[in-house]
């Protein structure tokens, strides 16, 4: 069976070709990815208007690229999926509406994907592939979230952000230290030549004895500090991002050992933008290792939103059975959509 992916939830379009065979996992024959980011660089973040019009330009010729690389033709396909929500509404309408559009076309059935679902396995695409069950931390864009994952729909809520999520703190912190857009990755370099213990910035929530995530008073309190340093700002930039980045790091580390310990489970996944931070990933590899846990993390390529791990959470939740295609063509979007409300059990 091959399923077509088409991701078009914000500013990255993707589209992919995927290969069930037997019982293993799903394979990746080819994906291709545009992203916006030089065009909303000017106006410092998404332009959700822009967003969905430069989508209808690159879905097609993307998925003309998809097939060319994998040998295959739109024939082929037996089930186009796409991101359903949650997302931005006029950019998910984008891609629902070609996905339908083909599927009509090609009288073969549809599939709406959770864009959170699409990265919590999209580690099922790496190499070092993990097995059920797992502890998820999906640190992507808005959102900020503890999982506990007992196979595909099975979704058990351990914790979340109660207001900003830690890619918007990477964000917005970056923006404050005026930083290009988008600013996790800049801050994130930045960070590389800093010292993180030259700022005492607050970790809330850390010794909450829950695992809800709070980043919003991180945010104020890197906008007291940049306007504390005043001209000193440009001289101590980096020091700010090392110190910004520890606190963001330190929490979610914390966080998900907490996790790993409340659930008595060995197995981590990482998933979404944040999970391609260096330290992040160095962190937590060093404490997981000291604990006898093992870490998965997507690809890097991956991890940014792509039309493959909305191919792979089609195909994979087609293989398990709790959830069938449809040849009905009429679609709706989910612009807010929680992730535990797919949980089968």
Same mark, same amino acid.
């Given at each position: ?19 069930? @065979?037997? %019982? ?5 024959? @080819? ?24 989508? /209808? ?27 359903? %929500? ?61 999982? =506990?994952? +007992? ?10 952000? /109660? ?7 990477? +964000? ?20 590389? %030549? ?8 607050? =970790? ?12 919003? %008073? ?12 005043? +001209? ?14 520890? #606190? ?11 996790? /790993? ?5 060995? =197995? ?53 059975? /709790? ?19 797919? #949980?089968?059990?």
């Amino acid at each position: 069976m091959f399923v077509l992916g088409i991701e078009s939830s914000c500013d990255e379009t993707g589209v992919a070709l995927v290969e069930t @065979a037997g %019982g293993g996992l799903p394979r990746l024959l @080819a994906h291709a990815l545009h992203s916006q980011i030089a065009m909303h660089q000017d106006y410092g973040g998404v332009v959700p208007e822009l967003a969905s019009r430069d989508h /209808i330009r690159r879905v097609l010729p993307l998925a003309r690229a998809v097939f060319d690389e994998a040998g295959r033709t739109l024939a082929d396909v037996d089930v186009v999926a796409y991101t359903r %929500g949650p997302g931005l509404a006029g950019a998910l309408l984008v891609g629902a509406g070609v996905a339908c559009a083909l599927g009509a076309a090609l009288s073969k059935p549809v599939l709406g994907i959770h864009h959170l679902e699409g990265h919590l396995l999209s580690p099922f695409l790496s190499a070092d592939a993990p097995a059920f069950p797992f502890v998820a931390l999906l640190v992507s864009g808005g959102h900020t979230q503890l999982m =506990r994952v +007992d196979g595909v729909g099975r979704y058990e809520l351990l914790g979340e952000t /109660i207001d900003d999520a830690a890619g918007e703190a990477f +964000d917005k912190s970056a923006k404050l230290m005026g930083l290009p857009y988008p600013g996790g990755p800049w801050l994130a370099k930045l960070a590389e %030549g800093g010292d993180p213990a030259a700022f005492k910035l607050p =970790r809330p929530l850390l010794h909450s004895g829950d695992l809800d995530f709070s980043f919003a %008073g991180l945010k104020t309190a890197v906008l007291t500090q940049a306007r504390k340093l005043g +001209d000193e700002l440009e001289t101590r930039k980096a020091d700010l991002a090392a110190s910004t980045q520890a #606190a963001i790091v330190e929490v979610l580390l914390k966080k998900s050992l907490a996790a /790993i310990e409340q659930t008595g489970l060995d =197995r981590l996944v990482v998933a979404g933008g944040v999970g391609a931070n260096r330290s992040l990933r160095q962190q937590l590899n060093a404490a997981c290792s000291r604990k006898g846990v093992r870490v998965h993390y997507p690809e890097l390529h991956l991890c940014t939103d792509n039309g493959a791990m909305i191919a792979m959470a089609a195909a994979m939740r087609l293989q398990s059975g /709790i959830e069938q295609a449809s040849e009905r063509y009429a679609f709706d979007v989910k612009p807010r959509w929680p992730l535990a409300s797919l #949980a089968t059990s």
